[in-house]
Nanobody, 125 residues
Framework: QVQLVESGGGSVQPGGSLRLSCAASGYTYSSATMGWFRQGPGKEREWVASIYTSDGLSYYADSVKGRFTFSQGNAKNTVHLQMNSLKPEDSAVYYC??????????????????WGQGTQVTVSS
């Protein structure tokens, strides 16, 4: 089955940037839709962004729109989330997720079958 591993998390000051990566085994064959979710302290896991891997179309939550960019790496087994103008409220564990089908319900946790273990992002002064 598909295995996902996130990396690139860390601590930055407000206004800073981070680039998260997700390495997905079997990505080219099994993952039509990729997503990023995050879970901050005392909060539910929330949708951040998704991408259709066949054509690169991406979608974003209102909270990150204009600041985050979802992209695919040169190798189809990797995706990236470029996070700019980071705010303290962006602090969370970020999870990569994969769905085998191209789905219009990409903002729902239930649409995804495979999940990574998460990477911590901390934005503070």
């Amino acid at each position: 089955q598909v295995q996902l591993v996130e990396s690139g998390g860390g601590s930055v000051q407000p206004g800073g940037s981070l680039r998260l990566s997700c390495a997905a085994s079997g990505y080219t064959y099994s993952s039509a839709t990729m997503g990023w979710f995050r879970q901050g302290p005392g909060k539910e896991r929330e949708w951040v962004a998704s991408i259709y891997t066949s054509d690169g179309l991406s979608y974003y939550a209102d909270s990150v729109k204009g600041r985050f960019t979802f992209s695919q790496g040169n190798a189809k087994n990797t995706v990236h989330l470029q996070m700019n103008s980071l705010k303290p409220e962006d602090s969370a564990v970020y999870y990569c997720a994969a769905a085998t089908a191209r789905t219009s319900a990409f903002y729902l946790r239930g649409a995804y079958t495979f999940w990574g273990q998460g990477t911590q992002v901390t934005v503070s002064s």
